[in-house]
């Protein structure tokens, strides 16, 4: 298991849920629309022009991805914190960590643990990590605690491995990748550019 290279600068990354389906159509209508697997999350990954120096230690970091072989630790670093704090990313609500409680419906999740007042609003990223499995998800309706107790509704649902009592990241989520065989390119010339894609896994 390695961490994404944190010494070469990349342009702003969104993780993409992807939810597998199939549809149905019939005289040009969806008529049926189901969900055959769990759905997962890609990230496309693309550097700004790089000098030698990081040119060299990114081809260093895509050999040690051994072509999606081994889990690579991706931690955004766009959007790293929740929405509430994108001016104070050190307040003490989200350095801290939760626990994860109580699932309904697959969805909602109670995080315990929590300081008083910490708020999530939709879009926010929070990841659980559960030994070396993780987890990120996305909120869809946020909360503000009234207590050391807050409970939203992500936008996938809670994965099996994710235990009760696994910790909850609220400030630089994390997600367990690999490398997508054959999606890396760089370019030629004294400062190259390169983009890769990465693809969620449980550990």
């Not at 990354?13 to 992807?18: A, D, G, M, T, V």
């Not at 008083?116 to 309706?141: E, H, N, W």
């Not at 050391?148 to 994965?159: C, E, G, L, R, S």
């Not at 010339?189 to 550990?203: C, D, M, N, S, Y």
Request: glycine share 8%; aromatic share 8%; with cysteine.
């Amino acid at each position: 298991m390695i961490d994404l290279i944190s010494t070469v600068r990349f342009l702003p990354s969104y993780p993409q849920l992807l939810i597998p389906v199939s549809q149905t159509r019939y005289g040009g209508r969806a008529i049926s629309t189901v969900e055959y697997a769990d759905p997962y999350r890609v990230i496309d990954m693309q550097t700004v022009p790089m000098t030698a120096r990081e040119a060299v230690q990114l081809q260093a970091f895509i050999a040690a991805a051994r072509g999606g072989m081994e889990t690579i630790v991706y931690r955004p670093t766009h959007i790293c914190v929740p929405r509430a704090y994108w001016g104070d990313p050190n307040n003490a609500k989200i350095t801290g960590t939760g626990a994860r409680g109580a699932v309904a419906n697959g969805y909602t999740v109670q995080i315990t643990g929590v300081s008083t007042g910490l708020q999530l609003q939709p879009g926010d990223l929070i990841s659980f990590k559960s030994g070396d499995y993780r987890q990120m998800a996305q909120v869809v309706i946020g909360a503000i605690a009234s207590s050391t107790t807050i409970t939203v509704t992500v936008d996938q649902p809670i994965a099996s491995y994710i235990a009760a009592g696994a910790t909850v990241l609220f400030k630089q989520p994390e997600l367990n990748t690999r490398l997508v065989a054959g999606s890396f390119e760089m370019t030629v010339g004294p400062r190259p550019t390169a983009k890769f894609q990465l693809i969620e896994v449980p550990k």
